[in-house]
């Protein structure tokens, strides 16, 4: 089943400058979809309308088959405890004035959803590899690996059904990245995930199915290993070529 999609999706700021032209994109129940694209290709904006920020100017967003209507106020709630969303700065994402137990606690709140949020809280914090002990500190005790898992913490809390994340790796180093990756294909198990990057290499470890997109139009779409593999269009094929491959024979003396 096809749990959000967006469908022949334009978007223009005006009449001169527009940043999508009619992109279309599916994620199923359960699936990993790796969004892809150089700086500038519309991947921000399109992740903006995925999470219903903004309005296409022609096409649709839709959520379980159904146009999203972000005027509808009931729908809109259903839709954002379905669709949650990780950013790319773990520095910039969480208050330093509220508890690491506010942070997370925060969607419970906003969303109005009924519960034992304490209780939640400890247990979206066990699910990334936190001690729920840390629910009483503030976010500058942490390190960037550990702010972004208090983030992915905040965004599965109120159980969500789709995870958007917004290179959400690229402010990490090496190691703690590649931990999160496996935290993010832990998730996966359990819950559909948009990925949004610039990395080829993680989208190639979390993803099945990946979209490429350049300057604001789809120019190839399909399983991640099917496209890296033999990748049709010219821009993937530049993309593809320009990853850090390490020589087997080791470097020239």
Same mark, same amino acid.
């Given at each position: 089943?096809?749990?959000?999609?967006?469908?022949?999706?334009?978007?223009?700021?005006?009449?001169?400058?527009?940043?999508?032209?009619?992109?279309?994109?599916?994620?199923?129940?359960?699936?990993?979809?790796?969004?892809?694209?150089?700086?500038?290709?519309?991947?921000?904006?399109?992740?903006?309308?995925?999470?219903?920020?903004?309005?296409?100017?022609?096409?649709?967003?839709?959520?379980?088959?159904?146009?999203?209507?972000?005027?509808?106020?009931?729908?809109?709630?259903?839709?954002?405890?379905?669709?949650?969303?990780?950013?790319?700065?773990?520095?910039?994402?969480?208050?330093?004035?509220?508890?690491?137990?506010?942070?997370?606690?925060?969607?419970?709140?906003?969303?109005?959803?009924?519960?034992?949020?304490?209780?939640?809280?400890?247990?979206?914090?066990?699910?990334?590899?936190?001690?729920?002990?840390?629910?009483?500190?503030?976010?500058?005790?942490?390190?960037?690996?550990?702010?972004?898992?208090?983030?992915?913490?905040?965004?599965?809390?109120?159980?969500?059904?789709?995870?958007?994340?917004?290179?959400?790796?690229?402010?990490?180093?090496?190691?703690?990245?590649?931990?999160?990756?496996?935290?993010? +294909?832990? *998730?996966?198990? @359990? &819950?559909? %995930? #948009?990925?949004?990057?610039?990395?080829?290499? !993680?989208? +190639?470890? *979390?993803?099945? @199915? &990946?979209? %490429? #997109?350049?300057?604001?139009?789809?120019?190839? !779409?399909?399983?991640?290993?099917?496209?890296?593999?033999?990748?049709?269009?010219?821009?993937?094929?530049?993309?593809?070529?320009?990853?850090?491959?390490?020589?087997?024979?080791?470097?020239?003396?």
């Amino acid at each position: 089943m096809t749990l959000l999609a967006l469908d022949d999706a334009t978007y223009a700021y005006d009449a001169r400058r527009t940043v999508l032209h009619g992109v279309s994109l599916e994620i199923g129940e359960g699936e990993a979809v790796g969004l892809v694209g150089e700086s500038g290709s519309g991947k921000t904006t399109m992740l903006r309308l995925a999470l219903g920020l903004a309005r296409p100017t022609t096409g649709a967003v839709r959520f379980e088959g159904a146009a999203l209507d972000t005027r509808d106020r009931r729908r809109m709630r259903q839709f954002r405890q379905s669709v949650q969303a990780v950013f790319q700065d773990p520095y910039a994402s969480l208050d330093p004035r509220q508890r690491v137990g506010a942070i997370v606690a925060e969607p419970l709140r906003s969303l109005r959803i009924a519960g034992d949020h304490p209780s939640m809280v400890a247990n979206a914090l066990r699910a990334v590899g936190l001690d729920p002990e840390i629910a009483g500190r503030y976010p500058h005790q942490f390190s960037g690996g550990q702010r972004q898992r208090i983030a992915i913490a905040r965004a599965v809390v109120c159980g969500p059904r789709l995870l958007l994340a917004d290179e959400a790796l690229s402010a990490l180093d090496l190691t703690t990245r590649i931990r999160i990756l496996d935290l993010l +294909a832990e *998730l996966g198990t @359990r &819950i559909s %995930i #948009l990925f949004v990057s610039h990395d080829i290499g !993680a989208v +190639a470890a *979390l993803c099945r @199915r &990946i979209v %490429i #997109l350049e300057r604001g139009r789809v120019v190839e !779409a399909g399983p991640t290993a099917a496209v890296l593999a033999n990748p049709s269009h010219p821009y993937t094929q530049r993309l593809l070529a320009s990853v850090p491959r390490l020589d087997p024979e080791g470097p020239s003396r």
